[in-house]
Nanobody
Framework: HVQLVESGGGLVQPGGSLRLSCTASGFTRSSVCMAWFRQTPGNEREGVASIYSIRKTTFYANSVKGRFTISQDNARKTLYLQMNSLEPEDSAMYYC????????????????WGQGTQVTVS
C-alpha cells in the first residue's frame, strides 16, 4: 500500500520561508520521479518542481525558479520543497506526487498522490 504524507504547511508572511516534507512508504521499488504540485480552488493542479531521483536532476515552474528548491534524502524516502521569498500568489494546497516514468510537471504523469498540505502567504 503506497502512501505519501505531506507536512510543513502553514501560514507565513510575504517574504517568509517554509519547508515542506513528503514521506513515502509502501514502494516496492524506488520512484524514479517525484514532484510537488499545487492547487487553488477552481483551478487545475499546477506542477511546481520535480526531481529525477537517480541523477538528482531537477525541474521547476518558471513562477518558482530561484525561490523554491526540491530535494530528496539519500534513501529516497523523503521529498522536500524549500520555499523562500514566498508571495501571496504561492498560497495553495501543495501535493506530493510519485512514480512517473518521465519527470514532467504534468499531473497526469504521476501515479501516486498525497493528501496535501495547505500553504497560506498573508
Amino acid at each position: 500500500h503506497v502512501q505519501l504524507v505531506e507536512s510543513g504547511g502553514g501560514l507565513v508572511q510575504p517574504g517568509g520561508s517554509l519547508r515542506l516534507s513528503c514521506t513515502a512508504s509502501g514502494f516496492t521499488r524506488s520512484s524514479v520521479c517525484m514532484a510537488w504540485f499545487r492547487q487553488t480552488p477552481g483551478n487545475e493542479r499546477e506542477g511546481v518542481a520535480s526531481i529525477y531521483s537517480i541523477r538528482k536532476t531537477t525541474f521547476y515552474a518558471n513562477s518558482v525558479k530561484g525561490r523554491f528548491t526540491i530535494s530528496q534524502d539519500n534513501a529516497r524516502k523523503t521529498l522536500y520543497l524549500q520555499m523562500n521569498s514566498l508571495e501571496p500568489e504561492d498560497s495553495a494546497m501543495y501535493y506530493c506526487a510519485a512514480d512517473a516514468v518521465v519527470c514532467t510537471l504534468r499531473a497526469s504523469s504521476y501515479k501516486y498522490w498525497g493528501q496535501g498540505t495547505q500553504v497560506t502567504v498573508s
